[in-house]
């Protein structure tokens, strides 16, 4: 089992950043995927950026593509998600996960380890 602890979340205005923080500890997991995902008050939890930390390979959810950068930092084990351009509807609950079977990266059934989340909030 993996510990994953989130940081980094806060209140900003529409236009702003924020860096989120995943720090990662445990069993091995330089062959895991880690991805972030995000839930709304009311709405289903959502696919927002995934890493795989072998090589690196990155994906995202179209709505994030060009305002959201994931990365990941070996040496501290701890995965990253900048957040440009933040709009109010990025306001939600940010939670880190990781799996073991880094394939279906855009499915949250597919992660095994959860933190415990931090809360973004936009304002307009």
């Known amino acids: 089992q993996v510990q994953l602890v989130e940081s980094g979340g806060g209140l900003v205005q529409a236009g702003g950043s924020l860096r989120l923080s995943c720090a990662a500890s445990?069993?091995?997991?330089?062959?895991?995927?880690m991805g972030w995902f995000r839930q709304a008050p009311g709405k289903e939890r959502e696919f927002v950026a995934a890493?795989?930390?072998?090589?690196?390979?990155?994906l995202y959810a179209d709505s994030m593509k060009g305002r959201f950068t994931i990365s990941r930092d070996n040496a501290k084990n701890a995965v990253y998600l900048q957040m440009n351009s933040l709009k109010p509807e990025d306001t939600a609950e940010y939670y880190c996960a990781a799996t073991e079977v880094p394939l279906n990266l855009r499915d949250s059934r597919a992660y095994s380890s959860w933190g415990q989340g931090t809360q973004v909030t936009v304002s307009s």
């Open positions: 890493i795989r930390w072998s090589d690196a390979f990155t």
């Open positions: 445990g069993r091995t997991f330089r062959s895991y995927g």
